[in-house]
């Protein structure tokens, strides 16, 4: 297909899209990953009159775990005790995705980064400060990559 035939072809119109709806991520240890997004990361875990019908049997189950943002985008965490890890080192990129990533106030950001160390999170790299702000990088019981960052402090 040509790039001008691509052209012609429907497309949604920016705008069209709302938000975020949710995040989906697979995980070996639904306790390890509840207690990283819940009691670490601080995420409110939806309770059982919260989650989604569509979700009510596996919730029931004890097969997947539900959590808010501060923005409202819900982070759904599916139990897979099969799951192997995509490497023993999880610093190779592993899947098409990149990181999930946490926005902070910018007096808050050393806080945070000083939980992490002290619950022995493996830091992957940072903080770094750029001219967008700080950040730090490191895992969730599964090697996914997380962020937590934050603008740049106003004077």
């Not at 923005?71 to 995705?97: E, K, Q, S, V």
Request: proline residues 10%; negative net charge.
């Amino acid at each position: 297909m040509s790039p001008s035939s691509k052209s012609l072809a429907p497309t949604l119109a920016q705008g069209m899209l709302r938000r975020v709806h949710h995040i989906a991520l697979n995980v070996h240890n639904l306790d390890a990953s509840r207690h990283f997004y819940g009691i670490i990361l601080g995420l409110r875990e939806l309770t059982s009159d919260e989650v989604p019908t569509t979700l009510k049997d596996l919730f029931d189950s004890g097969k997947v775990a539900n959590f808010i943002t501060p923005d409202g985008t819900i982070l759904d965490l599916f139990w897979r005790p099969d799951l192997l890890p995509p490497d023993r080192n999880p610093t190779p990129a592993c899947t098409g995705a990149g990181h999930l990533a946490f926005d902070i106030e910018p007096a808050l950001f050393d806080q945070a980064v000083d939980v992490l160390q002290q619950q022995h999170i493996t830091i992957d790299h940072g903080p770094v400060t750029r001219p967008t702000g700080r950040g730090v990088y490191f895992y969730d019981p599964d090697g996914f990559l997380v962020e937590i960052r934050c603008d740049p402090a106003e004077p």
